[in-house]
């Protein structure tokens, strides 16, 4: 297991590298080049400058989160063959700098949502927040106004200008498309690309679609364990994997945290974790917390135990963390002290599991 940090290159980060660094147990970095219109090939001179920055910091660059995928796929149009042809050649400019994971989703017009970036928590951080009432009344317009209005100056990821643009059409569109076309516009898209990731050596991790239940209509895929099931049987390489992100799934009270672990990491499906505690207040309302058990609904004992147990030998990072400890300039979600906290956590936890195991073993 490797424990990575989400870095923004390009002057994209308040945090800079070498505070990454400092955080014991942190090996590297997952990293997008943001600046690239979704459906553009990424520059292999762009990814060479960017490793060579992140190694010289110490720090090894062998995820990236992600490469978007270009929306005339997902609705599964004649252009969409032209953006495949392009991610293709992306995968191998990326095998070129050495990354071995890629993270990308698979949801349709928006990536994740939330209704408050700055949700104030009794310990007098904040946090981001979820209210599926208050997004339902919001249409899509005043939605985008929070996520970029109150990101501080920063793009928030999955929520790109161009995308913004179109977001109003594209809803419509989906509107008249069925779950199954979406799910075999999916499988176009992985048939097309897995023979090449295994070519590359990268392997593919899907994000769990964030919040895991339909919002304004649009097809949800990637966020029960049925579902999951039935997209690694899109396509049964093990390059066609997922990034296990617990805060996204926990947002359905239904899923099974450890049990998902368990099931996907054992099958050797899973390339990914993203680990991140959340406490409901309501069945569709839920604030994103410390990582911590006795923080959020989540028991991390036991989910990161489930990993371990099952053999887990991929990438591992802390997810959205809240602002504390006065840190008002970075991007919602990605400050450096309450994901620090969530790493050492993660790694204290596992530590401990896998000395406990041993000691179990001799017994
Ligand atoms: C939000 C992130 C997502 C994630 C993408 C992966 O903070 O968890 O934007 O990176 O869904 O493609």
Known sequence: MKMIFRWFPGGNDSVPLEYIRQIPGVSGVAVMLSDIPVGDVWPLARLQSMKAEINSAGLEV?????????????????????????????????????????????????????????????????????????????????????????????????????????????IEFYQNMSEEKYWENMKYFLDAVIPYAEEYDIKMAIHPDDPPFPVYGLPKVINSAENIRKFLKLNNSPYNGLTLCTGSLGGNKDNDIPAIVKEFVAQGR??????????????????????????????????????????????????????????????????????????????????????????SRKN
Not at 76 to 95: A, M
Not at 310 to 333: Q, S
């Open 62 to 170: 062998e995820v990236v989160e992600s490469v978007n995928i270009h929306e005339d796929i997902k609705k599964g149009l004649p252009t969409r063959d032209r953006y495949i042809e392009n991610y293709i050649k992306t995968l191998k400019n990326l095998s070129k700098i050495g990354i071995k994971c890629l993270c990308y989703n698979f949801m349709p017009v928006m990536d994740w949502v939330r209704s408050n970036l700055e949700f104030p928590l009794e310990d007098g951080s904040t946090a981001m927040y979820y209210n599926h009432e208050e997004v339902l009344k919001m249409n899509p317009a005043l939605i985008a106004e929070e996520m970029l209005g109150n990101s501080n100056g920063y793009y928030l990821p999955g929520w790109e200008p161009e995308r913004l643009k179109a977001m109003s059409a594209d």
């Open 270 to 359: 899973v390339h990914f974790a993203h680990i991140r505690n959340i406490k409901h207040m309501d069945e569709k309302e839920f604030t994103e917390s410390a990582h911590l058990s006795q923080c959020g609904d989540l028991d991390m004992y036991e989910v990161v135990k489930a990993f371990h147990d099952n053999g887990f030998d991929g990438y591992i990072r802390p997810d959205h963390g809240r602002m504390i400890w006065g840190e008002k300039e970075a991007r919602p979600g990605y400050g450096l002290y309450d994901r620090a906290l969530g790493a050492v956590y993660l790694l204290g936890i596992w530590e401990a599991i896998h000395k406990g195991s041993h000691i």
